[in-house]
C-alpha cells in the first residue's frame, strides 16, 4: 500500500488488514527496521525520495516577490459577493491580504494566518473552520477540522501546496494538511491552485487534488534555464488545467499570460471572469491572453516556446 500510494495511515492499515492500530504499529516498527519505510506519526512513508516539509518561518522567505505576483492575479478571479474557501499556506497568506479589500466576501478557511490577514477586514465575513492547531503552519487540522466543512458548497477553492505534477497533481507532505485539502475540495465547484514555479515538477508524499480535479492554476514565469518547470505547464495544459501566469521574468510583473486547455474541460455556471480575462483589470494587472487551440495548434506553440525562450 505504501509503495502504490506514497504513505498510509496506521488507522487505514488497520481496516484494510483487520487487525488492531497496535499491531500494525508493531509490524510497521519491523518493516522500518528491515528498511522497507519509514514511520512518521500516525502513518508510514517510503523511505526518502520525497521532499519533506520546511516550516512556517523557511516557506515566508521562499519566492516572495513570486509568490505576491501570483496573490495579484489570484485576487482578480475573486467577484463581489462571492464565498470561497482558502486554505493554509504562505502564498494563500498573501492572496488573503488582497481579498480584504472585495466587499460582501464570505471567506472559510483553516489557517489562522488567513484570517489574521483579513481580521479587520469590515466588508469581509470569515468563517474558521474547529480542528487541532499544527503550529509549524498555523493550520487547523484534523477530524474537527473535516467535520466543519461537511454540508459546505462555495463557488471557488484556493490551495497551495508543496508540490505539483501533471501525474499526481497537489501534493502535500503531511497527512493531516492534505485530509483538510481535500474536504476543502470537496466543498468547490471549482478549483484554484497557487504555485510558484519551483514547486512545478516536485512531487510530495500526499496528493490532495488530483490533475483532472484542479480547474486552474495560478503561478509566475518560470526562468528560462528552467526547462522542468516549462515542461510541466505544458503538461498541465494538456491534461485540460487552465494556467494563469503572472508576467515579468521570474514572477515579479503583475501581467497575466492564459495557456487554456488543449481538451474541453467540464463547464461550471458560476459567475466568474470570462475566459481570458481578469476582471478588473487595469494599469498594474492586464488582461491575460487566450491562447486558442481553434486554429491548428501553431499559436499555442509558439507562445509556449516564447514562455521557454523567456
Do not use: C, W
Not at 262 to 276: F, H, N, Y
Amino acid at each position: 500500500m505504501v509503495r502504490a500510494n506514497g504513505a498510509v495511515s496506521l488507522r487505514e492499515l488497520a481496516r484494510v488488514v483487520q487487525t488492531s492500530e497496535v499491531t500494525v504499529r508493531r509490524d510497521v516498527r519491523a518493516l522500518e527496521a528491515e528498511g522497507l519505510l519509514d514511520r512518521r506519526h500516525g502513518g508510514a512513508v517510503l523511505p526518502g525520495g520525497f521532499t519533506r516539509e520546511s516550516g512556517f518561518p523557511q516557506k515566508s522567505h521562499l519566492a516572495t516577490a513570486e509568490k505576491t505576483a501570483i496573490a495579484d492575479l489570484a485576487a482578480g478571479f475573486v467577484e463581489e459577493g462571492e464565498a470561497i474557501v482558502v486554505g493554509a499556506g504562505t502564498t494563500t497568506q498573501e492572496l488573503a491580504r488582497r481579498l480584504a479589500r472585495v466587499p460582501g466576501l464570505t471567506v472559510v478557511t483553516n489557517s489562522l494566518l488567513v484570517a489574521q490577514a483579513l481580521a479587520h477586514a469590515n466588508r469581509v465575513e470569515v468563517v474558521m473552520t474547529g480542528g487541532t492547531l499544527r503550529g509549524s503552519n498555523y493550520a487547523l487540522v484534523g477530524s474537527g477540522a473535516e467535520q466543519s466543512l461537511q454540508g459546505l458548497r462555495v463557488s471557488r477553492a484556493f490551495l497551495s501546496g508543496s508540490g505539483l505534477t501533471a501525474e499526481r497533481g497537489l501534493s502535500t507532505s503531511n497527512m493531516l494538511s492534505a485530509s483538510v485539502d481535500r474536504a476543502l475540495v470537496q466543498a468547490a465547484a471549482e478549483v484554484v491552485v497557487l504555485a510558484d514555479h519551483t514547486k512545478l515538477g516536485t512531487d510530495t508524499m500526499f496528493q490532495t487534488v488530483p490533475t483532472d480535479v484542479i480547474t486552474r492554476l495560478v503561478t509566475d514565469e518560470p526562468p528560462g534555464h528552467d526547462d522542468r518547470a516549462a515542461t510541466e505547464l505544458q503538461a498541465l495544459a494538456d491534461q485540460g488545467v487552465q494556467i494563469a501566469v503572472a508576467g515579468g521574468s521570474g514572477g515579479s510583473g503583475t501581467g497575466g499570460d492564459s495557456v487554456p486547455p488543449r481538451q474541453p474541460r467540464r463547464d461550471v455556471a458560476l459567475p466568474g471572469p470570462r475566459r481570458g480575462q481578469v476582471p478588473g483589470a487595469g494599469p498594474g494587472l492586464r488582461a491575460a491572453t487566450v491562447l486558442g487551440e481553434t486554429g491548428p495548434g501553431a499559436e499555442q506553440r509558439a507562445r509556449v516556446a516564447d514562455l521557454r525562450r523567456r
